[in-house]
Every structure is written in C-alpha cells, then in structure tokens.
C-alpha cells in the first residue's frame, strides 16, 4: 500500500431510507479471506508502494480529469452512475417514478432518471446512485491545492493568459467567424489558471485552449517551476488514494459500488464468492456477481485518471492479473460431491459411509468447510460425466460422527456453480467450476418492465417493502382468476407471482397434503416471504423430479425461477403430479 494510503471513507448516501447492514455476526468475508488476498498480490504491492516518478501531463488534461462531463465545472460531490460514468451530483436530472416495478420496490429504486449520457440513456434508479469516495476525495484535495496556489500567486503577481481555441480551427477547418476565441487573464501558472478558468463556468469539458509565452515575463520561470510542482503533486495526492483495499494495489480494472467504493474487478470477484457485503461500509452489495463489463461497466473517471498518471504500472497490473486468472484457471481443486440436488440457501443432510466421500469430507473440513453437491446422471452425457453439470456450493455447518467411522453432515447452500472440467483425486472427484449468479437488479426490473402487464394503480406496489409483505395476504389474488396457461403467467408482475406460490402453499397446508408435514416444516422453515428465497423452499418441499427441480439451477433471475414454480402448480392442479 502507498505509505501515505488511508481507507476509503463511507460513502454519501443518496437516499434518506437506512439502508440494509449485515448481521453483527456475519463473517463470510474473514480476516482469513482478505490475508489470502493480500497474498495473491505481493508482486503488485511492492509496486505500489514503490515512488512513482511524475509523468508529464498537459495543465489542460490535468484539469479535464477533474472536471464533470455534464455542468464543465470541476467535480464536486461526484456521483457515480451504473454505467460508469460520472457527473456531480447537483446535475443529478429531476427524479420520477419508476412504473410497472414490483421487485423488490424499495424507496430507492422507486425513484429513477433517464441517464444524461448519449452512449448511455438508459433510467438508473437512484438507489443505485452514490458519491463516488475515491473520486469525491482526490477532487476535494486537488481543490484545496489549487487555492492555496492561488492565494500564493496573487501575492507574488504570477498570471498566465489563457486563450479559448475555436474548435473549428482544431479540426483544421476555416471558421465561419471573424472573432477569435476569448482570452482570460488569470492569476497563477497554467494549471492554476484552467482550474479557475473552469470554475468561472468559462471553460466546457471539451474545449481546448492556448497559453500565451510565459517565457516573455520575468516570472516565467517560476510559473513554469509551479506547473511541475503542482503536477507532481497532484500526481502524488492522487496515487495515495489509488490502492485497492482487497488487494492493496493500484487499481486494476476499478469498479465501483453502489456504495460509492471502489475496488479491482478481479478483487470484487474474489469478495463475492465469500460474501454480498461490501468489505468497507457492510452494506449489502445488489451487483451482477458475474461482473461482466456490460452489466457493471468500470470507473470511467478513475480508470482515465489511472491510464493517463501511472500507464505503465497499470498495464503491469494488468498482465499480473491475467497471469494470476490463468494460473487458477489450471487447477482442479474443488471437491465434488455427486450424491443429490441441493439448493442455495437451504440444508441438505448427508449420510456419508462411503470410503472416498468420507475421505472427502475430512479433507473439507480440515480446510474451508466447503465443497461441491451435484446431481448424478443415470447415463453418462456426452462428455462422459456422470453428473450433471450444474451444482451447488455447500457449507458445512455440524458434523456427528459414529463409531464405526460413518458421519451425518448439515450443510447450507451458499451458491451455484458450473463445472468446466473434472477429474478424479482418490477416487472422489473434483473440478474446475464457474460461479453462476442472476442477472443485476437492474435487468431484473427492466425484465419485469418489459414482460409484465402494467398494473391498475391501486395494485401498484407500496413505498415501503415491509409495509408489501404485511399487506400480502390482503392482496392475494384470491378475487383474481389465478394464471392457467404460461402466457399468464408471463405477464404477472414478480409481486404477483410470489403471491400466487405462497397462496398455493397455504392451501396445501389447510388441506394437510402428505409433503407438508410438521417435519418438513422444522427442516426447512415456514414458506418465505422474500421472493430471492421463495423458489428454493417450494422446489425443496414440492414433491417433484429432480430434473424438473434442477431447471432452477440454470436460471439468472427471481422472476425466472418464480415463474417455474408457477407452472408447477398449474400443472399439480391439473394432474397431480
């Protein structure tokens, strides 16, 4: 880590609802976790802490890394957007109601904006919108620099001239007008004067300008000695802020939170597979695990700073990074379990007696407690497996062992999983696996958006997310014609759809069917009210084939999977399955 490093602060919050913290006791994402990160970029923190001569950089490019894209003035208070970009946050567009957004409907992402950006236009929800720390930091100190130079020149009589270029004649094209760009005389040395000039509001973002030749003054030494001063330091300021806190390292690929911190993409990958909690503020993360560049764009503004400071050290990182995925991406070292279906956040009990498996689970449990559950195939798929490919990552949670060395296990679903490859260790097997996640909330919603049937404004949904599951049982669609065919079903709102199945599960229970029983009920828990668990429950109580139950697996949202169970209840309502 830079030696003059420090965390990043709490982000600034947009909205005024209290946001969702982790439980005091959650420690998915453990000293444990973050040393083996720390680890893993040894090579890069040496270079990270390493002195890093100033690079040359025009005052006008300076300038423009700290400028916003929308008002021109320099940033203050930025806000970065799910696109990436960033602007201030006073040009924030006015908010309107999202419409036709049932899940999960929170204040925050009730309210939205069409993004100012051409390349963008898409609507963010302003939940979704927060000061970007980093960024809001190292504008904040430059700022201060700046007045301080300022204030220095205006005593010692120092100003440069500043010439507006006609971005006619940039482009080597004959301007239509007789007047020549507007010129400013400014106290201070170059850079000085562009940050004034872009206070002032007299300079766009995209402007280019000219100085006149300080070298005619007796002071144009010192102003030029000033530039180079100033450059350095900002240089320095900036790369003090510029350190991972997974990876302490300069920045690779920076991705920012919808907390407003920012961390490597590779890094963010790593803290997601331990946890949906953001290493600094808590706060649970709602992003695309899969961090595809398309979904979760990178920091725009950091990554134009990093790219134009520091080029050479960010390609090393980069090359580090990749040598270090392709490392990883040889092994097979993780243990496979084929044995059942079993789903993300709910137990799965084991009876293990088998030699290889026994071996497996010592092993497991010598080390992180984790391992993989996959559904057996009764012919082998045409790449020879026998399991299928899709899994279940497990934790286990209590062990009781017998004498005669068998053992039951409990665990928990934590995610799911693809395999890539596999082979054999001691006769168990194990693999190459991919993580699979759902899509972002923000394709969740624009799914539902685009799929469901508005709603008559008295069902839209309320405000207030608890005040929905409160008032669930009074909006069931039991003075509703329920959805019989799949294109019903298809144009129900998420809401709706997790009323139905939870309408279907009380009807069971009043009608005392054989699969809901007491005991079942103490395994798995009474039926949930939050649609991201709903699916798991009803496909772990509903007596269905596995094959039919393992469609969940494959799937990338909690629509998808709520309008599976769906369908599943037409059909039992039919046939009895």
């Given at each position: ?50 002195p ?17 894209q ?23 567009p ?28 898409k ?55 007789d ?31 000219l ?18 001063h100033?450059s ?51 706060r ?16 725009e ?48 009990f ?21 391992f ?34 068998r ?9 799911r999983?693809?395999?890539l ?24 919603e ?5 799929e ?41 709102s ?5 009323h ?27 039926c ?15 007596p ?28 039992w ?5």
């Amino acid at each position: 880590m830079s030696p003059h490093a420090q965390p990043q602060a709490p982000a600034t919050r947009l909205s005024l609802a209290p946001r969702e913290t982790s439980p005091g006791k959650d420690a998915d994402f453990d000293a444990d976790s973050q040393a083996d990160s720390k680890a893993d970029s040894d090579i890069d923190s040496d270079r990270g802490t390493a002195p890093l001569a100033p690079t040359p950089i025009r005052p006008r490019d300076l300038v423009r890394l700290f400028q916003c894209q929308i008002c021109s003035l320099p940033l203050r208070e930025p806000i970065c957007l799910p696109c990436g970009k960033s602007m201030c946050r006073r040009c924030l567009p006015q908010m309107h109601l999202r419409t036709n957004i049932s899940y999960p409907a929170i204040p925050g992402r009730l309210q939205g904006f069409r993004c100012l950006f051409t390349d963008c236009g898409k609507e963010h929800a302003l939940e979704d919108c927060a000061v970007d720390v980093i960024l809001n930091k190292v504008a904040q100190q430059l700022r201060d620099e700046i007045d301080l130079k300022r204030s220095m020149a205006a005593s010692s009589g120092v100003s440069t001239r500043i010439f507006t270029q006609d971005p006619w004649a940039i482009a080597g094209i004959a301007s239509l007008r007789d007047e020549d760009g507007s010129s400013h005389l400014l106290d201070g040395g170059k850079i000085v004067a562009t940050y004034t000039m872009a206070e002032d509001g007299d300079l766009k973002y995209e402007a280019e300008v000219l100085y006149e030749d300080i070298s005619r003054t007796s002071s144009g030494g010192i102003e030029t000695a000033d530039d180079e001063h100033l450059s350095a330091k900002a240089q320095e300021m900036t790369r003090a802020e510029m350190d991972c806190q997974v990876c302490y390292a300069l920045f690779c690929d920076p991705l920012t939170t919808v907390c407003g911190h920012t961390f490597c993409r590779s890094c963010l990958h790593r803290v997601l597979d331990h946890s949906r909690y953001c290493p600094i503020c808590r706060r649970q993360l709602v992003i695309n695990p899969l961090l595809d560049r398309t979904a979760c764009p990178s920091n725009e503004s950091l990554s134009h700073i990093i790219e134009t400071f520091w080029i050479d050290d960010a390609e090393a990182r980069k090359e580090t990074v990749a040598a270090e995925s392709a490392s990883q991406l040889e092994d097979f070292n993780f243990p496979l379990f084929v044995c059942t279906l079993a789903f993300p956040r709910m137990p799965t009990f084991l009876h293990v007696f088998e030699p290889r498996y026994r071996l497996l689970i010592r092993r497991v449990l010598e080390g992180d407690r984790t391992f993989g559950m996959v559904l057996p195939r009764f012919s082998p798929g045409g790449d020879g497996a026998e399991f299928h490919e899709l899994g279940t990552l497990l934790r286990i949670v209590n062990v009781q062992y017998y004498p005669d060395g068998r053992s039951l296990i409990e665990t928990v679903g934590l995610s799911r999983f693809r395999v890539l490859r596999h082979g054999y260790l001691d006769g168990y097997t194990v693999g190459k696996t991919e993580r699979v996640d759902d899509v972002s909330l923000q394709e969740e919603e624009a799914m539902e958006a685009a799929e469901a049937t508005p709603q008559p404004t008295s069902e839209q949904p309320t405000v207030n997310a608890d005040e929905q599951t409160e008032g669930s049982s009074e909006q069931h669609p039991e003075t509703h014609p329920g959805p019989t065919t799949a294109a019903d079903i298809d144009a129900m709102s998420t809401l709706n759809l997790m009323h139905f199945t939870s309408s279907f599960v009380t009807r069971m229970r009043t009608q005392s069917v054989p699969w809901m029983t007491e005991r079942m009920l103490s395994i798995y828990g009474e039926c949930p009210d939050d649609a991201a668990i709903l699916p798991w429950w009803f496909a772990s109580m509903l007596p269905v084939k596995d094959l039919e139950k393992y469609r969940l697996l494959g799937t990338s949202s909690v629509r998808e999977r709520l309008k599976i169970c769906c369908s599943w209840i037409i059909e039992w309502e039919a046939s009895r399955w």
